[in-house]
């Protein structure tokens, strides 16, 4: 079946500096979505890639989608103590047609030192 | 954007006693919901996908007659987990998508159980 494997699974960095978290597929995705789960909450949406070697931002965030369409990142620049929380990566289920069930990845939890 | 209510978000209840766990979408009907289990500092396990007017699909290694599901309206799914034990304390999860491929997951609060 599907794997989406992310790494590392914790990162624990100083206020100020940069975060990444990776994110591999065994299976070519056709869209993959990142989500945010701040300590004791619910996951929350960050956004969605589609195009093979896309690449998105949002504030100090930045999202890329490999060319292959089965790896991605997410990279945080000059982290701050808000951006704590785990960091999921999420892909379409290929063995269901309609796309609806998804696939997280391990999770990449981050916690920032003030 | 959508919201799903999930209720309650913390239950503790006596070993072998059911607990049901309430998951509604607020302003949009969802044909499908998802019911996650989540272990601390772990990821999302898919337990089973709840269907509007039909029985759930479960994922391999989930009792089905364990975890009940429910899904009796375009708004609600109910879990209700049977004959507790204390192995089943964990954070539980519902989520909905808006029709259509590629949609993003709206998730409710979870739920908190601890069976004593």
């Known amino acids: 079946g599907q794997q989406v494997m992310q790494i590392p699974q914790y990162q624990h960095v100083q206020e100020g500096e940069d975060f990444t978290t990776y994110c591999n597929s065994s299976t070519t995705l056709s869209n993959i979505q990142w989500y945010k789960q701040r300590p004791g909450g619910h996951p929350v949406f960050l956004i969605q890639?589609?195009?093979?070697?896309e690449v998105k931002k949002q504030k100090r965030l930045t999202f890329q989608f490999g060319e292959a369409k089965k790896n991605s990142s997410l990279h945080i620049t000059a982290t701050q103590t808000t951006d704590v929380g785990t960091y999921f990566c999420?892909?379409?289920?290929?063995?269901?047609?309609?796309?609806?069930?998804?696939?997280f990845g391990e999770g990449t939890q981050l916690t920032v030192n003030p | 954007g959508a919201v799903v209510s999930q209720h309650p978000s913390r239950v503790i209840c006596k070993s072998g006693t059911s607990v049901k766990i309430e998951c509604r979408s607020l302003?949009?009907?969802?044909?499908?919901m998802f019911w996650y289990r989540q272990f601390p500092k772990q990821s999302l396990m898919l337990m089973a996908t709840s269907n509007e007017g039909s029985k759930a699909t479960y994922e391999q290694g989930v009792e089905k007659d364990k975890f009940l599901i429910n899904h009796a309206s375009l708004t609600l799914s109910t879990l209700t987990v049977t004959s507790a034990h204390p192995e089943d304390s964990s954070f539980y999860i519902c989520?909905?998508?808006?029709?259509?491929?590629?949609?993003?997951?709206?998730f409710g609060q979870g739920t908190r159980l601890t069976v004593v």
């Open positions: 302003d949009f009907q969802a044909t499908t």
């Open positions: 890639l589609v195009k093979s070697g």
């Open positions: 989520s909905a998508r808006l029709q259509g491929v590629g949609t993003e997951a709206f």
């Open positions: 999420a892909g379409p289920n290929p063995e269901e047609t309609s796309g609806s069930r998804l696939t």
